[in-house]
């Protein structure tokens, strides 16, 4: 099933669901493990879910995917998602990537270490689509999306830029409960028609793997034009 609405709805609509999934982990397991990407797509909901009623302190926040920056660097991710949430969150709640520019294998291998911490697994996983149908750093017909380990792994050759970047793997995100994925702007039209082609398959249109998962949510603001 996919949500449609206008952009402002589909905001709130992600909070909501991310917000009900963070309520019911909790319920179950003590704490909630998520998943969140960087990009501007996210922003909004990013602060539409600080203003919520959340126990933060029991929500443990790591990165979809991540560029090869200093943490403190303007074109960190982690940084956008820690100024879009504020002060609403608990310090030591958002889990950021420690990138060591001397061994950058090192950094990977411990942002999984960390989150093996909780489980080693995401309970819940915000992706935004791609232009091309990529989620996190897995793009289209790439090594990446083809890539066979199952924690995070390293992207050198990325078609986006920067070129170097770590990422979620398929099978980390398949051992995923609740996915929300959304497809919101007009650049996103043709990566919702690739994600709705049932002759796709994830490797052709990454935004798929979210279907793997037990429970998933697909929000967007686009016309759904089956092909």
């Known amino acids: 099933m996919i949500i449609h609405g206008i952009k402002e709805q589909m905001v709130v609509k992600a909070a909501s669901l991310l917000h009900l999934a963070c309520e019911t982990f909790i319920r179950k397991k003590g704490c909630a493990v998520m998943a969140v990407p960087g990009g501007r797509s996210v922003t909004g909901i990013l602060e539409q879910l600080a203003s919520l009623n ?5 929500v443990h926040i790591f990165m979809l995917d991540e560029r090869l920056v200093p943490g403190d660097h303007q074109d960190s991710n982690c940084r956008l998602v820690q100024d879009s949430l504020g002060n609403s969150l608990v310090a ?13 294998e090192k950094s990977v291998d411990s942002y999984g270490d960390e989150l093996g911490r909780f489980g080693g697994r995401f309970d819940i996983v915000l992706a935004s ?7 996190g750093s897995l793009f289209p017909n790439h090594p990446s999306v083809m890539e066979k380990g199952d ?7 990325s078609p986006k830029p920067p070129s170097s970047r770590i990422s979620a793997s398929v099978k980390l995100l398949r051992r995923s409960d609740t996915g929300v994925l959304l497809f919101l702007g007009g650049q996103k039209r043709n990566a919702l028609r690739a994600f709705c082609d049932s002759a796709l398959t994830p490797v052709q249109c990454p935004a798929k793997i979210i279907t793997m998962m037990p429970t998933y949510h697909v929000l967007t603001d686009q016309e759904v034009n089956l092909p």
């Not at 959340?54 to 029991?58: F, G, L, N, R, T």
């Not at 689509?129 to 989620?135: L, P, Q």
């Open 54 to 58: 959340i126990e933060w302190q029991k």
């Open 92 to 104: 030591g709640r958002v889990h950021p990537f420690h990138y060591d520019a001397d061994n950058a």
């Open 129 to 135: 689509s791609g232009e091309d149908g990529h989620i």
């Open 151 to 157: 924690r995070f792994i390293l992207v050198n050759d």
